[in-house]
Nanobody, 124 residues
Framework: QVQLVESGGGLVQAGGSLRLSCLAS????????MGWFRQAPGKEREFVAA????????SYPDSVKGRFTISRDNAKNTVYLQMNSLKPEDTAVYYC?????????????????WGQGTQVTVSS
């Protein structure tokens, strides 16, 4: 069992920055690949970022590459998403997710655990 709790969402103006945090329960956090997804109303769930167990490998879609950075602190059981140069189209509920087995970072069905989500709203 792994429980994930996101925090750090809020309202920010376009061009601004925000850092999301995801705190995981349990003692095996370092055994999991971690990811961030987002979903806007009426749209499909979208892959945002993923990071390997030790943090040595990260992946991003083109939509956020160069603006977003995923990182993790295994000592704190926490994964972060640093979001810079935010755009109105980044507005969505952001979800933290964890998966044990290696697979495709961008596929939601590969992940075993999900957080409750945190709202990010970017105003123009």
């Amino acid at each position: 069992q792994v429980q994930l709790v996101e925090s750090g969402g809020g309202l920010v103006q376009a061009g601004g920055s925000l850092r999301l945090s995801c705190l995981a329960s349990g003692h095996t956090f370092s055994s999991y690949f971690m990811g961030w997804f987002r979903q806007a109303p009426g749209k499909e769930r979208e892959f945002v970022a993923a990071i390997s167990r030790s943090g040595g490998i990260t992946s991003y879609p083109d939509s956020v590459k160069g603006r977003f950075t995923i990182s993790r602190d295994n000592a704190k059981n926490t994964v972060y998403l640093q979001m810079n140069s935010l755009k109105p189209e980044d507005t969505a509920v952001y979800y933290c997710a964890a998966r044990y087995y290696s697979g495709s970072d961008s596929r939601p069905e590969e992940y075993d655990y999900w957080g409750q989500g945190t709202q990010v709203t970017v105003s123009s």
